[in-house]
């Protein structure tokens, strides 16, 4: 089992910075996927930003340029920073984490990203 908690939300004003930080616990693999997806109001959870064990990268396009994800395999963490951010990143944002050898991720509990004058 795994399990993952997140940190870091809130409400943000247009043009600023947030970073979500994601703490994995619980059962060790040496090849995975781990990163951040968001699901807003009415709309279908979509991907942000995900990371490997070898530090390869992939981002939505929506965020390219202004998000950067990262991870410390020391302290088994994966942190999203957001800069220049805009209302249409309001979303809950979640954990995500799949082991190479399974279909199934686990999923952190969420945590709000309110962008808003």
């Known amino acids: 089992q795994v399990q993952l908690v997140e940190s870091g939300g809130g409400l943000v004003q247009p043009g600023g910075s947030l970073r979500l930080s994601c703490v994995r616990s619980g059962s060790i693999f040496r090849f995975y996927v781990m990163g951040w997806y968001h699901q807003a109001p009415g709309k279908q959870r979509e991907l942000v930003a995900i990371?490997?064990?070898?530090?390869?990268?992939n981002y939505a396009d929506s965020v390219k340029g202004r998000f950067t994800i990262s991870r410390d395999n020391a302290t088994n963490t994966v942190d999203l920073q957001m800069n220049s951010l805009k209302p249409e990143d309001t979303a809950v944002y979640y954990c995500y984490f799949r082991p190479w050898a399974t279909t199934t991720p686990y999923w952190g509990q969420g945590a709000q990203v309110t962008v808003s004058s």
């Open positions: 990371i490997s064990n070898e530090d390869m990268t």
